[in-house]
């Protein structure tokens, strides 16, 4: 009887052990690498208003006609990551005299997204490229930081919910219209673009850009270089 006691003890003592360690494995992957739960709400786009923009610059006039975006482009904001909106729309219209901020769209680390310039009027974001062009940019430097799975995940939504009302066919990064000019959108984001093109029903790179000529059914007439003296293109 005691020698069968202290098996059993035995047993028990070692059947708790096997559930200590199966718990503090848990606890180590609890703590330490489970990924943190995503705070993605369902996708809104967060205004101009709500993010306190200024107003554009009254030279900025919207044509007549409505911009037909076929290309959309990819960028990263290659500023620090704590960066807003705001902040980069004063650097592209007190530092750069853009008419206002030069993207469409923005999207933060978080995932939320951001309404940018209209989307009746060029962009200022791919020098000599902007007409027919929809830019996008993602905050942070993708030259040195991963993209996070949230502004992806965002990206993918902005996209597919653009396309139904835009006729795009490609999906480019800033770098694929400029090779040796610009790294934009940061090597760590551009691997990706192939990919998620793809998903989207995109064709990947700069073949579907139509340029600043009118084609009769295709393209409105551009804004004339008078109209729309931005001079310089982000370099992000
Ligand atoms: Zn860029």
């Not at 809104?44 to 009254?58: F, K, S």
């Not at 340029?211 to 009769?216: F, H, K």
């Not at 393209?219 to 001079?231: G, I, M, Q, R, W």
């Amino acid at each position: 009887m005691t020698f069968n006691f202290l098996s059993n003890r035995r047993i028990l003592l070692n059947l708790l052990a096997v559930l200590a360690a199966i718990g503090g494995l848990w606890a180590l992957y609890f703590f330490f690498f489970r990924p943190p739960p995503t705070l993605l709400g369902p996708p809104v786009v967060i205004t101009r208003a709500e993010w306190g923009a200024a107003a554009p610059d009254l030279r900025l006039q919207n044509p007549k006609d409505r911009e037909v975006f076929n290309t959309v482009v990819i960028h990263h904001s290659a500023m620090p990551i704590d960066e807003r909106p705001r902040e980069i729309q004063q650097v592209h219209m007190q530092g750069r005299n853009f008419q206002d901020i030069g993207y469409h769209f923005l999207i933060g680390r978080e995932g939320r997204v951001y309404e940018g310039r209209s989307l009746a009027v060029h962009g200022a974001h791919v020098k000599e490229h902007n007409a027919g062009t929809l830019g996008i940019a993602l905050l942070g430097n993708y030259e040195e930081l991963e993209p996070t799975a949230e502004q992806i995940q965002r990206l993918r939504w902005l996209i597919s919910t653009l396309m139904a009302n835009h006729p795009l066919t490609h999906l480019a990064g800033h770098r694929d219209f400029l090779p040796g000019k610009t790294v934009c959108p940061g090597k760590n984001l551009a691997a990706l673009l192939p990919k998620l093109a793809a998903e989207l029903g995109l064709r990947f790179g700069t073949d579907g850009y139509v340029g600043p000529e009118p084609t009769p059914g295709i393209l409105p007439p551009p804004v004339s270089s008078a109209a729309d003296p931005e001079p310089v293109t982000p370099s992000h």
